[in-house]
């Protein structure tokens, strides 16, 4: 009985982890500037659906109808990583004596997709919105955004050009 | 009889002088300013250097407070402001430095430089400002903090130039 229940239970608890894997998190995306309700580099979400591209912060959120897209630029940069505390430890390393902070700052470089998001608001006015997104994303996003509406000039080889500068 | 007339020549001089270098330049007022797209002509520059350029201006300008309201490229209610002038600002030269580079070189490399002509023209056409301006990022920060240092330096020179 208490082999059977033992068995019964390992069997239980194999089913619970040969459950479908955990749906991943969407990536954190830095808002660089070009939002004017969301605060310079906040980190968010940007979710594409019905028609609009939303950029959701911790207290404030952003929609850009894909309709209203002009152009759409990818490109790259190296930036800091570690987000609030890499600045902070880099401000710290900075400190640090006989140079020995600048490791620290090299093994605090990542590199980064940057999208540029044209658009013109409801008044006419032209909006550029800059986001720093994980390596390799700006083009699947851009994709997206082409797919739900978006125009744009720049032909994909052109920017895949861009993307390996 | 000499004496006096040579502290009077003195003082008669040094009076004008004193009135030449306090002479503040003629400040000019609008009640409205709009903010054109960066033009980027045949320099090549990333997108995001020159969008970054353009909502910075705007956002500084508008910080700055010396225009009742700052319109953005293309807003159609500015069509309505009689005494709109516009921020027209083209890059003449961009070299792009490496944050890397910067930060761990002990001489200052890898520097982040834009180049630009800034030009304000008022509802005629007529230029009423115009000026070469550099925005740069020497040590610490992104590439793109060269566009909020030339952002800064350009609204600086507005506010000089406006009341």
Known sequence: MKLNLL????IGAGAVFAQAPAAAPPPNIRH?????????????????QNGSMQF????????????????????????????KAGRAVKTAAIAAPFGSGKVLTLMLRTKVDILTVVYRGADGGVHGVILALPKGLAETTRTQLVAAGAHTSAPQAELKERTQQ | MKASLGI???????????DQKGAPAARLHASAIQIDVVKVGDVSIPAEFQYAI?????EQVRAAGIFKTVYRSGDKAAANVPDL?????????????SQTKRELAPVVVGNTRVDVTAQVVDKDGKTVFDQK???KVRIFGENLGATNDLAKRITKLLVANFY
Do not use: M
């Not at chain 1, 912060?57 to 987000?83: H, L, M, N, R, Y």
């Not at chain 2, 009077?8 to 004193?18: K, Q």
């Open chain 1, 7 to 10: 068995l019964f239970s390992f």
């Open chain 2, 85 to 97: 002038v516009t921020l027209k600002t083209a890059v003449d030269a961009f070299q792009e430095g």
């Open chain 2, 133 to 135: 301006v550099a925005g």
């Open chain 1, 32 to 48: 660089v500037i070009g939002l004017e309700t969301i605060k310079r580099n906040e980190s968010g979400h940007l979710t594409i």
């Open chain 1, 56 to 83: 959701s912060a911790k207290k404030a959120a952003a929609t850009v109808p894909t309709a209203s897209i002009e152009d759409i630029f990818v490109g790259t940069e190296t930036t800091q990583a570690g987000g």
């Open chain 2, 54 to 58: 353009y909502e910075r201006l705007i």
């Open chain 2, 8 to 18: 009077f020549l003195l003082l008669a001089s040094t009076a004008a002088f004193a």
